[in-house]
């Protein structure tokens, strides 16, 4: 071991690799308490009397301690990474540290019980390039996320950064970069999956002597962080895209409009602003070029519509997020009547590498219809959850099982016949079965099953969860976040809702399941936004591919996994109860009776499926609820 | 025609919400984080502070009314001095959120229309999504986050903030 340690210590021609302890500081880590392991790594590592900068420096220096964004893995956090080795620490405490200083920086050996063991094959994994959830990803947008210092512009510079803002502004035309986007065939990854070179160029050739741009952040589909992690990451990149962006359409204010409720991201996107505001690369005379730029960042304020490029531009006016009709497109007529472009975070990322590696390196990775590469958030029930990036093209088994590590039971431990379906796009999106595992993802195979890329959120999920009531579950936050503007929409998805709470309570018919299609429908033509015209999605795929599991509910009142109260047909096991009475005491309804020390029985016409008996019960007599 | 100038009467009551005004220029198009800001300052936006930035900014007191009820972040009723958010996203909520959920309204004493105690210590809400998946299920008190929580664990987090309550 401590020969390889050596061994990979030692850089090009002799010189030693710079020594780095690098703190992931993404939301998921510092929830669980990174904050105090980098404090506790100063102080560490300050007692060991060991020579340590935590601030960038071009030079070689002995040790550096800096913070990262997020590294991904964020259901090991936090992380610690140790370079030159390459080693990745995962749950460490603050208690931990000295261990770590001691061990690895001082004696150059790895402390093994912090490091990941592969649930697979119990096999210690000393870096990332031995950890399952790593090796088969390709990062492109994320390279740098979880390396360097979100908040250090300096670094971000020697890294290369803003040479393709720099390239943009000064040495390209603007038809010459829209020609590049266009040769790369990036397509939003916001969702839609629109060309970006198409919609810039529209935006381009408006007349106007007024444009803007707006990085939309707004990162509303629950179950998703692909735009958190790579804001609090590399908040430089998206902000460079966006520069490049404002350069390729002639627009001279830019805009990042950021869900509120990610306080890091808003953070760290105005402290790049500011950065690039001292450095001159946004001002009167950006990177000297005479032209003028400017960028301010916006904080949403909870609601899920202003994802909608129209609704978010009315927002930013300062008014309800309501959307519009289009046309005219905001690419003609936007934010306060003038041509706006409106991109995504992931989008605006990928735009700087294009412009920096060229669009033949892009289109390398994923299909020819969906170049490059997309991070999904990768969550629900699977042993690894956390960020993933991928080519387009990789299928659904390669994400869940190599890269996710296979399906998690109830109790968390994997189960190879775990898996149930897999939720993709959100509230949007569609389930994908096990008939999808070779499905390549992209953006043209996803719609033809009926689900969509999204912005990237990928739930997966066993066969203890009701679909039904995951429809229900979307259809709840559609309801709630419907603007109210298209009746179909507002008061559409709150009779779905109805229908579904029909299904889930035992009180629906056939009936109730022809009128749910049949309403999906309308709500899906009578909608103006995407908003309303994707709500039924949810409903509607899983009607396609769990249609036994509604007719289990309808006709049967019975729900499969039994996660549906209402239809639970609580009873209680005559072959475990000892006769304690504890249940009967604890029933509200007296539906239980029994003599003292015999097997009790439930009345199901008194009970009221509550639950309380399986509570009281320390025998796990009761079933059924 | 109303007067943007600051009204000499209420100045000295709102002279939090005329800073606030001030430093957005008191321009309509600014309502959104003049709320925000407002509400950063009072934790709600009273009645009578909504119509004091109408007249300010020359709006109608509907027009800012909507904005401060179509958006999710604004409360117009008080909120309690501890904010517990649960995480009910897609993630925490096939991981099992609506048992903590139930768990800590039990504990308060509250359920899905009372959302704040009586004694004003405690809001419990839920929110759609805070990004934290990878570690759902997700309950933050007071901007702190908690990740894979169950029941029992998120009840001993807001018995730990009530015991500081009865400290003090």
């Not at chain 1, 979100?150 to 603007?174: D, I, Q």
Request: charged share 20%.
């Amino acid at each position: 071991m401590i020969s390889e340690l050596t061994q990979n210590t030692l850089g090009g021609a002799g010189q030693p690799a710079p020594r780095r302890v690098i703190v992931c500081a993404g939301t998921g880590c510092v929830a669980s308490g990174a904050n105090q392991v980098l404090k506790a790594f100063q102080h560490q590592i300050q007692a060991a009397g060991i020579p340590v900068v935590t601030e960038f420096k071009a030079e070689q220096v002995d040790l550096r301690l800096n913070q990262s964004g997020c590294q991904g893995f964020c259901q090991m956090g936090p992380l610690v990474t140790v370079l030159p080795e390459g080693l990745l620490y995962c749950k460490v405490k603050a208690e931990d540290v000295a261990e770590i200083v001691t061990q690895t920086l001082v004696a150059g050996r790895a402390v093994d019980r912090l490091l990941y063991v592969d649930p697979a094959t119990k096999k210690r994994c000393h870096g990332v390039d031995q950890i399952p959830f790593y090796q088969r990803q390709q990062r492109f947008v994320l390279r740098n996320c979880g390396t360097i210092d979100p908040e250090c512009v300096e670094e971000y510079l020697h890294e290369g950064g803003y040479a393709a803002a720099r390239k943009a502004f000064l040495s390209l035309t603007p038809e010459q970069i829209v020609q590049e986007i266009t040769k790369s065939g990036l397509r939003g990854r916001g969702g839609g999956g629109f060309p970006t070179g198409r919609k810039w160029e529209a935006a381009r050739l408006q007349q106007n002597p007024k444009k803007y741009v707006i990085c939309n952040a707004d990162e509303g589909d629950p179950g998703a962080f692909m735009n958190r992690s790579v804001m609090e990451g590399n908040p430089h990149s998206v902000l460079e895209g966006l520069m490049i962006a404002a350069r390729a359409i002639g627009a001279d204010e830019t805009l990042i409009y950021v869900r509120s409720e990610y306080p890091l991201a808003v953070r760290r996107m105005r402290q790049a602003v500011s950065e690039a505001r001292r450095l001159g690369f946004l001002g009167e005379n950006a990177f000297g070029s005479g032209q003028s730029l400017n960028c301010e960042v916006l904080e949403g304020a909870g609601a899920f519509v202003c994802g909608e490029e129209t609704a978010m531009i009315a927002s930013i006016e300062g008014e309800r997020g309501m959307p519009r009709p289009k046309p005219p497109f905001p690419a003609q007529s936007g934010l306060w009547g003038k041509p706006t472009i409106i991109n995504n975070v992931e989008t605006l990322a990928h735009v700087v590498r294009i412009l920096r590696e060229g669009a033949e390196t892009f289109r390398q990775l994923g299909t020819a219809a969906s170049p490059g590469t997309k991070t999904f958030a990768l969550t629900g029930h699977v042993a690894n959850t956390g960020l993933v990036e991928v080519p387009f093209g990789a299928t659904l088994r390669e994400i869940v099982f190599d890269i996710g590590g296979g399906i998690t039971n109830r109790r968390g431990k994997i189960d190879p016949e775990g898996f149930k379906a897999v939720q993709i796009g959100g509230p949007s999106g569609g389930c994908l079965t096990r008939e999808h595992f070779d499905l390549p993802m992209d953006y043209d195979s996803l719609r033809s099953a009926g689900a969509m890329v999204g912005s990237g959120g990928l739930v997966a999920m066993n066969q203890q969860t009701c679909m039904v009531s995951i429809a229900r579950f979307f259809m709840d936050f559609t309801q709630r976040e419907s603007c109210g503007k298209c009746v179909l929409c507002r008061e559409g998805t709150r009779q779905m809702l109805a229908l579904l709470d029909d299904i889930i309570e035992g009180r629906a018919t056939g009936e109730t399941l022809d009128l749910l299609q049949k309403l999906a429908g309308a709500v899906q033509k009578g909608s103006l936004c995407g908003l309303g015209k994707t709500a039924p999605n949810p409903v509607l795929s899983t009607l396609r591919y769990f249609r036994e599991e509604y007719d289990a509910h309808v006709f049967h009142k019975h729900c499969p996994t039994g996660q549906c109260k209402a239809l639970a047909k609580p009873s209680i096991d005559p072959a475990k109860c000892k006769g304690c009475t504890a249940c009967a005491k604890k029933c509200p309804v007296g539906a239980i009776s029994g003599e003292r020390k015999q097997p009790h029985v439930i009345d199901q016409e008194k009970c009221i499926k509550c639950g309380e008996c399986a509570d009281a019960c320390k025998l796990d007599a009761v079933v059924g609820v | 025609m109303m007067t943007k100038s600051k009204p000499e009467s209420t100045g000295r009551k709102f002279v939090k919400v005329c800073n606030i005004l001030d430093q957005y220029g008191r321009k309509p198009s600014r309502l959104v984080p003049i709320l925000q800001a407002v509400q950063e300052e009072y934790r709600y936006l009273p009645q009578e502070v909504l119509t004091y930035v109408a007249t300010a900014l020359d709006v109608s007191p509907a027009r800012v009314y909507g904005v401060a009820t179509f958006y999710a972040h604004f409360a117009i009723q008080p909120k309690g001095k501890h904010l517990i958010r649960l995480c009910d996203g897609t993630a925490c909520h096939v991981k099992d959120s609506v048992p903590i959920l139930e768990a800590i309204w039990k504990r308060l004493g509250l359920d899905a229309k009372r959302k704040t105690t009586p004694d004003m210590l405690f809001t419990v809400e839920t929110v759609a999504c805070l990004g934290a998946c990878g570690l759902a299920p997700v309950v933050v008190i007071d901007d702190q986050v908690h990740g894979q929580m169950t029941p029992e664990s998120a009840v001993t987090l807001v018995e730990a903030v009530m015991a500081t309550e009865v400290a003090l």
